[in-house]
């Protein structure tokens, strides 16, 4: 693991009932976080958790290094990378990760639209809930590791290359 790896700004979209909770993890860890959400309100959240709120996604992905969304489905995805500024803020080597469920397939176009721009993509759904999430012990189903993912999660699981962590019956070893 890096130095840049230990100080990552990471961003936040989707605070709700499971991604506040994988924020307050981030933001009680050490790395740097970022959030922007829709409903002003959805930060009460992180009352008392050092972040900074950016007033729009395009913002936020230009001020950090890896833009985590913990989304509703996959056309939200699609929606947050379409809104205007989001995909020039996304400089090449910078990471974006899906927490949310969603299509194998969708999410491999994603990664392959985002790999256009020298961006990496990661589907990493969590399992355990809302509960979970309060609870630091959710499970995510990476295809691809990051260090960040053990903020929130008691285990973190290699599905293989992007798509894959939608697709656990495809799960490989590491």
């Not at 759904?125 to 990051?146: I, K």
């Amino acid at each position: 693991m890096t130095t840049s790896q230990h100080t990552a700004r990471v961003g936040f979209i989707g605070l709700g009932d499971q991604g506040a909770p994988m924020a307050r993890a981030i933001g009680d860890s050490v790395f740097e976080l970022h959030v922007w959400a829709r409903r002003p309100q959805s930060l009460e959240t992180l009352a008392g958790i050092p972040h900074t709120v950016h007033d729009s996604p395009a913002r936020l992905a230009a001020a950090v290094d890896i833009l985590a969304l913990c989304l509703r489905d996959d056309r939200d995805i699609w929606e947050v990378l379409g809104t205007p500024g989001v995909e020039g803020a996304l400089r090449p080597g910078r990471i974006v990760v899906n927490h949310g469920t969603g299509d194998p397939e969708e999410n491999r176009e994603i990664a392959e639209h985002l790999a256009g721009k020298k961006v990496a993509y990661l589907d990493a759904p969590v399992s355990g809930g809302g509960a979970g999430a309060r609870a630091r012990t959710l499970t995510t189903m990476a295809g691809g590791d990051r260090p960040v993912f053990a903020t929130f999660s008691r285990t973190v699981v290699y599905m293989g290359p992007s798509g894959s962590g939608q697709s656990p019956s495809s799960s490989t070893t590491p």
